[in-house]
């Protein structure tokens, strides 16, 4: 064997497995193999001059390289069983939350200790959201920011690069089950481990749905969420955001039933493009260092759809509404609320007399030709909701880009150690569908190190 440990992925999730597991045991052979660019070679081309939107680059800066699709984002490590992915129902409510804690302090050891902890749970805008049938979930987090964020992988990456085999630039084709192990192959290359940890995230998705097919792991995807990214001016939600920086609320809506939710807050942050296997989606972070603050505040709304039978294929669903907005916009699509709400498309003359500045430079446009009825109506009602709790919300000027869809991963059978049906073959991270944030993603890689070089 030319490894003891095969990772691939240098998402949080292979970083953290690798981390641990090398903690765990200095003597361990382990190979870390990455599709993207090492953190410093990390570069999103666009810079709002030359470049205004995504060119589609092979390779990802934002989604691909050492961080994963963490390493730009607003680093916030949300501690909670609430959401961000569903570990506790493999490895228990208590076990989860022990495990999210330990990522956090090695995030606080690793140059995150200035940085600040919010809690939720004692605070009496859990009462005000609650009288307007909102419902704040429960959470500490962690706001590393982009900048602090990227210092953690930095010293994360440094601590690694002595002690473990790191793999640039090497997308693994294929993943060969042995009598005893593995074998992985790039392009003409191939190495073998006894054990291996897949933890390619959420941009190696269809990879991974290829590789259970061919290794005869069971999988299934029946859910999609589809929705806005919402601009509007700090102000407007600063007393929820001073106070607990995310707060994620969620609402069922009167007409359809349907579940709304915020997601990703940004207080005084920007709005991105994201490029995920071509398509180009919108999202947002925001930094730690006051210098880079803006005067505004973006979140995402974010409604989701189940399917049942026949229909399989859920992410094929909300990558086709994204592709309608690319197509109709060119990429992002930007409209103002109170255009939304008079029928009328947004364009640049109407955009130039806002009075809200938007971060990102999208396609003024009409988000009613791309986001289906159901999912509209249940942005509409949910905004109507939130100024309830925060006036200001529904306000003309309020920003919405189109779209945001947060694409859940394929559900990969695995058992309560994230282990196939295969011994030896773990899957952990965005890519096993168990989670779907950083501290989550983090917290499996851990737990998984334990698991096979701990005290069992
Ligand atoms: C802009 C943005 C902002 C975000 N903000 C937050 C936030 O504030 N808080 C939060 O909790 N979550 C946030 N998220 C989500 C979070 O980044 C992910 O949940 C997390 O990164 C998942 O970690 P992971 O290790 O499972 O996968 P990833 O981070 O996606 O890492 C997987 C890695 O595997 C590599 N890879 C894929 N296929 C292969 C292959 N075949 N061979 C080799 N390498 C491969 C990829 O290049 C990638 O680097 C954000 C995401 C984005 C895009």
């Known amino acids: 064997m030319d490894f003891d440990l095969l990772i691939i992925g240098a998402g949080p999730g292979g970083i953290f497995s690798a ?14 193999f990455e599709t993207g660019h090492s953190l410093e070679r990390r570069k999103c081309p666009i810079d709002g001059v030359k470049i205004k939107s995504c060119i589609n680059c092979p390779i990802c800066g934002i989604m691909n390289g050492f961080g994963g699709a963490g390493a730009f984002s607003d680093g916030k490590y949300n501690i909670t069983n609430e959401f961000g992915g569903t570990l506790y129902e493999y490895v228990g409510k208590q076990q989860a939350i022990e495990l999210m804690n330990y990522v956090d302090e090695i995030n606080v050891e690793n140059g995150g200790q200035n940085t600040r902890l919010f809690h939720n749970q004692n605070t009496h805008l859990r009462k005000k959201c609650m009288e307007n049938d909102l419902h704040l979930l429960s959470a500490s987090v962690r706001h590393l920011g982009t900048d602090i964020n990227y210092v953690v992988l930095e010293n994360l990456y440094n601590k690694l690069k002595d002690n473990i085999s790191i793999f640039f630039n090497t997308h693994i084709d294929k993943v060969e089950k042995l009598e005893e192990g593995y074998r992985i192959f790039s392009k003409d290359k191939s190495w073998s481990g006894t054990t291996c940890i897949i933890s390619t995230g959420r941009s190696g998705s269809k990879w991974m749905g290829n590789i259970c097919e061919s290794l005869g792991i069971s999988t299934k995807s029946n859910r999609v969420d589809i929705g806005v990214r919402v601009e509007l001016p700090y102000s407007v939600f600063s007393e929820l955001t001073d106070e607990l920086y995310e707060s994620k609320i969620v609402y069922r809506t009167k007409k359809f039933q349907d579940k709304v939710r915020t997601f990703c807050m940004n207080p005084r942050g920007v709005v991105v493009s994201e490029n995920t296997n071509g398509i180009v989606t919108v999202n947002g972070h925001s930094y730690e260092d006051p210098a880079r603050f803006t005067d505004n505040t973006n979140f995402a709304l974010l409604v989701s759809n189940n399917f049942t039978e026949p229909f399989k294929n859920s992410n094929e669903y909300g990558e086709s509404i994204a592709r309608l907005s690319n197509m109709l916009g060119g990429g992002v699509i930007v409209q103002r609320f109170g255009d939304l709400i008079r029928g009328q498309r947004s364009t640049p003359g109407r955009m130039a007399e806002s009075f809200v500045t938007p971060t990102y430079n999208a396609t003024p446009g009409d988000l009613s030709l791309v986001i289906p009825k159901r999912q509209l109506d249940d942005i509409i009602e949910m ?9 200001g919300t529904a306000n003309d000027d309020t920003l919405l880009y189109g779209v945001e869809v947060k694409f859940y991963n394929l559900e990969v059978e695995i058992d309560e150690h994230l282990e196939t049906c295969h011994k030896g073959l773990f899957v952990i991270g965005d890519c096993s569908g168990v989670t779907h944030s950083l501290s989550h993603a983090s917290a499996s890689g851990v737990y998984v190190a334990r698991y096979l070089y701990g005290n069992k």
């Open 383 to 391: 905004i109507y909701q939130l100024d309830k709790v925060a006036p």
């Open 19 to 32: 981390y641990e597991a090398m903690k765990l045991n200095p003597e361990l052979k382990i190979a870390l």
